[in-house]
C-alpha cells in the first residue's frame, strides 16, 4: 500500500513536472510569442530604421535567451514602404495568419495609424518606436498601443525650450509642405509663442526638395535668430548643406536648429558643416555605460552605431518581452496594464513611464554637434548638454484621446 | 509681399545656377531623343552615378586600395567621370537599346525605366539612403561678394562651365559638319550609310554623348546636393517637363527653357514656395496646349 502511495506520488509530480513548461506556455497564444517589425526596408528612411531596427529586436530577444514564460520568441520583419495599404494589408496577414503579437517601428506615422486600428480589432499591441505623429496620442489613440520614444511635439518642445532659454526669442520656420511638415512647425511655433518668442515667417517647401538655397536666404534675410528646419531626411541635410555654401546660420546672431535629426543625418553631412547644431534626441549610444554596452553589441553585428529609433526598437521589444513575463500571458490587454505599471529603466529608455493614452513619458536628451577637431572616433559626434525630464518635454494629456476621460 | 531688390537679386542668380543643371540634363535627353528616337529614362540614374563615381574617387578609393592618401582630384574627376559613365552607357546601348529600335517608343522608355530601377536599387543597397558629400576643390572653396549677397564660389564656377558646355554642344550640333551628318541620320540613315558613314557606331557614341553630360552634371551636382540613390529620379521630372517645354528633341530649345525655367522656379519660392515644383508642370502643360510641339520643336 505504502509503495502504491510512493510510485503513486512519485508519478504524479513527474506529471506535475513535465505538466509545468506547458501549463506555462498555454498562456502564451499559439505558443510562440512572435514580434514583427515593419518599416522601410530600401526607400528613403530605411537609414535610421531598416533592418537595422530588425537586428536591435533580436539583440533584446537574445537577452531574453530566447524564450519568454517556456515560450520560444520568433521575429519576423517586412518592407511597408512607407504605404499605409501595404503596411494594412502586411499586418492583417500577420495577425490572422502569422501568429504575430506585437509589431514596432513604423517610420511613417500613416502607416503606424493603419495598423493601429487593425490591431485594435485583432486584440494585438502595436509600439511606435519610429512613428512620431501626435494623432497616435491624440485622437487616434488606442489602448493597446504605445509610442515607445517620441512624438512631433517633444523633439520640438526640447529643442525650442532650449534655445529660447539662451534668449534666441525670434523664429523663421523652414517647413516640409506636408502633414509632417506642418505638425512639427505647429508644436514648435506653440512652444515658442508660448515663451514669449515669435515667429517671424515661413516657407514651406515641395517635399522632397532639392535646392534649398532659396528658402535658406529668404529665412536669413528674416533676420530671425533661430532658422528652424521642420523637415527631415535629405531635406533637412540639404538644408543644412546649401545654408552652409552661402555662410547662413554660422553666426551668434543665427543659429540653424534641425527640429528632428537623426544621427545617420549628421553622419552624411559631416561634422564639418554639422558643427554647433542643437537637436533633441531621445538616446545618444555614448551617453554612459549602459547605452555603450547595448550600442556596442549592435556594432558587432551592424558595423555602425544604431539611431535613435532603432534603439527604440531594442527598448521596445525588450519591455514588451518583460511585461510578458510579469503578466504571466500575452494576452494584449494584460500585457498593455502591466506595461503601465513598469518603470522603464534600460540601455535606451530612462525614467520612463506609458500613460494611459500610450505616450511614454521619459527623459530626453539635449544635444550639441561637436567640433571635428573634438570627435575622437566616427560617431563620435555630440555633447549631451543636457538632460531634458520627460514631464518638461512631453506633451500633457489631451482631451481628444478618449482614454484620457475615463 | 514686397521684397527688397538685394533679396530679389538674390533669388535670381539662385534660379539661374538651378537653370544650369536643367539646361545640361535636359540638353543630353534632347539629344538622345533627338537621334536615337529613345525616351531616356536612365539619365537620371546615370547623373546619380556619376556623382557617386565622383564621390568614390574623390574620398573612399584610396583607403579602399590600401593608400589613405590617394585620391582623384575633382578636375581629374571632372574628365574621368563622365567618360566611364559614357562608357557604361553605350554598353547598355550596344547591349540592350539597340534591340528596340525597330520597336515603338514605349518600349525603348519602359526598359530605359528599368535600368535605371535597377541602378537605383543597387546604389542604395550598396551605400544607404542617407548619401554622402564631398567639398569643392579648394580653389573653388569660400563666397565672392557681389554686392547684393555673398555668392559661393563654386556656384559661379558651376554656372560658367556648364553654359560652356551647352553652348559647345549645341556649336557641335548646329555648326560642324560632324553635327550635320548626325542630324541627317535621323533624317535617313540609310542614306547616310549609303554614304559609308558607320550609323550604328555613330548612334553608339552618340548616346555616349548624351550620357557623358549627364555624367559632367553629376559630378558638378555633388558638391551642392547631397548624393543620394534618389537624387537622379528627383531631378528627372523637372528636366523632362523642360524638354518638353523646349520641344523634344531640340538643344536649343533645351537649352533656353532650362535656365529661364530655372529663373521662374526660383521666383516661385520667393512668392510662393508651395508651388515651386509644380510650376514647372502648369508652363508645361499650357504650353502643350499651345504648341504641342514644344517652343523650340518643329512641327511635324
Not at chain 2, 255 to 265: C, K, V, W, Y
Request: with cysteine; net charge neutral.
Amino acid at each position: 500500500m505504502q509503495k502504491r502511495l510512493i510510485t503513486g506520488a512519485f508519478g504524479l509530480s513527474l506529471a506535475a513536472l513535465t505538466a509545468l513548461p506547458s501549463l506555462a506556455a498555454d498562456k502564451i497564444s499559439d505558443d510562440v510569442v512572435k514580434i514583427g517589425i515593419l518599416n522601410d526596408l530600401s526607400g528613403i528612411y530605411s537609414d535610421f530604421t531598416g533592418k537595422g531596427s530588425a537586428v536591435a529586436a533580436q539583440i533584446a530577444i537574445d537577452e531574453m535567451g530566447g524564450k519568454v514564460l517556456g515560450a520560444p520568441i520568433e521575429l519576423i520583419a517586412a518592407d511597408h514602404q512607407n504605404k499605409p495599404d501595404i503596411a494594412a494589408n502586411l499586418a492583417r496577414e500577420w495577425f490572422d495568419q502569422g501568429k504575430v503579437d506585437m509589431i514596432a517601428d513604423f517610420p511613417t506615422s500613416s502607416t503606424a495609424l493603419a495598423v493601429m486600428e487593425i490591431a485594435k480589432q485583432k486584440n494585438r499591441v502595436t509600439m511606435l518606436s519610429a512613428g512620431v505623429a501626435m494623432a497616435a496620442i491624440t485622437d487616434k489613440c488606442s489602448p493597446l498601443n504605445a509610442q515607445w520614444m517620441v512624438n512631433t511635439y517633444a523633439l520640438a518642445a526640447g529643442t525650442a525650450k532650449a534655445l529660447l532659454k539662451e534668449g534666441k526669442k525670434s523664429w523663421y520656420f523652414v517647413t516640409a509642405d506636408y502633414t509632417f511638415g506642418h505638425s512639427l512647425e505647429k508644436d514648435a511655433a506653440a512652444v515658442v509663442e508660448a515663451d514669449g518668442g515669435k515667429v517671424l515667417g515661413t516657407s514651406r517647401h515641395p517635399f522632397p526638395g532639392g535646392d534649398f538655397s532659396s528658402f535658406m536666404l529668404k529665412a536669413q534675410a528674416s533676420g530671425a535668430q533661430v532658422i528652424a528646419l521642420a523637415n527631415a531626411g535629405s531635406d533637412t541635410i540639404n538644408s543644412i548643406k546649401q545654408a552652409a555654401e552661402y555662410g547662413i546660420g554660422r553666426t551668434d546672431k543665427q543659429v540653424i536648429a534641425p527640429l528632428l535629426a537623426y544621427i545617420t543625418d549628421v553622419k552624411s553631412l559631416g561634422l564639418a558643416k554639422a558643427q554647433d547644431m542643437y537637436l533633441t534626441e531621445a538616446f545618444y549610444w555614448d551617453y554612459d555605460d549602459r547605452s555603450r554596452a547595448f550600442a556596442e553589441k549592435y556594432f558587432a553585428k551592424m558595423n555602425r552605431m544604431p539611431s535613435a529609433s532603432q534603439a527604440a526598437v531594442y527598448s521596445a521589444t525588450l519591455s514588451y518581452l518583460k511585461a510578458i513575463e510579469g503578466a504571466g500571458t500575452d494576452e494584449a490587454g494584460a500585457v498593455m496594464a502591466k506595461l503601465r505599471t513598469m518603470t522603464i529603466d534600460d540601455a535606451v529608455i530612462r525614467n520612463g513611464h506609458l500613460r494611459v493614452d500610450g505616450a511614454l513619458v521619459h527623459d530626453m536628451l539635449l544635444l550639441q554637434v561637436k567640433k571635428p577637431a573634438e570627435s575622437k572616433r566616427d560617431w563620435d559626434f555630440y555633447n549631451v548638454k543636457a538632460v531634458l525630464k520627460g514631464e518638461d518635454v512631453f506633451p500633457k494629456p489631451s482631451d481628444a484621446c478618449p482614454l484620457n476621460k475615463s | 509681399m514686397t521684397i527688397s531688390l538685394q533679396a530679389f537679386m538674390a533669388q535670381l542668380t539662385i534660379g539661374l545656377i538651378g537653370g544650369c543643371f536643367y539646361a545640361m540634363l535636359s540638353m543630353g535627353l534632347a539629344i538622345i531623343f533627338g537621334l536615337l528616337n529613345i525616351i531616356n529614362f536612365t539619365h537620371g540614374a546615370q547623373f546619380m552615378m556619376a556623382a557617386f563615381l565622383a564621390w568614390i574617387g574623390l574620398t573612399q578609393l584610396g583607403p579602399w586600395l590600401g593608400y589613405p592618401n590617394f585620391q582623384i582630384s575633382f578636375w581629374a574627376a571632372l574628365i574621368i567621370v563622365p567618360f566611364c559613365v559614357a562608357v557604361i552607357g553605350m554598353a547598355i546601348e550596344r547591349l540592350l537599346l539597340r534591340r528596340l529600335y525597330q520597336l515603338d517608343h514605349l518600349y525603348g522608355l519602359l526598359l530605359t525605366f528599368g535600368v535605371a530601377l535597377v541602378m537605383e536599387g543597387g546604389f542604395r543597397h550598396a551605400f544607404g539612403v542617407s548619401g554622402q558629400g564631398y567639398e569643392p576643390p579648394e580653389l573653388l572653396q569660400g563666397p565672392f561678394d557681389v554686392g547684393f549677397m555673398l555668392l559661393p564660389k563654386y556656384r559661379i564656377f558651376v554656372v560658367a562651365a556648364s553654359l560652356l558646355i551647352c553652348f559647345g554642344t549645341w556649336y557641335l550640333f548646329e555648326r560642324t559638319k560632324l553635327g550635320a551628318y548626325l542630324r541627317a541620320g535621323t533624317e535617313n540613315p540609310r542614306l547616310l550609310q549609303a554614304f559609308g558613314i558607320n550609323v550604328p557606331v555613330m548612334i553608339t557614341l552618340t548616346y555616349g554623348f548624351g550620357v557623358a553630360l549627364a555624367g559632367i552634371a553629376g559630378v558638378l551636382a555633388a558638391p551642392i546636393m547631397q548624393i543620394t540613390p534618389l537624387m537622379g529620379g528627383n531631378l528627372l521630372n523637372i528636366v523632362f517637363a523642360v524638354v518638353v517645354i523646349g520641344g523634344l528633341g531640340s538643344i536649343l530649345g533645351s537649352m533656353i527653357t532650362g535656365l529661364s525655367l530655372g529663373l521662374i522656379e526660383g521666383l516661385t519660392k520667393v512668392f510662393y514656395p508651395e508651388a515651386s515644383t509644380v510650376v514647372v508642370f502648369v508652363i508645361m502643360a499650357l504650353v502643350l496646349l499651345v504648341r504641342p510641339a514644344g517652343l523650340f520643336g518643329r512641327e511635324v
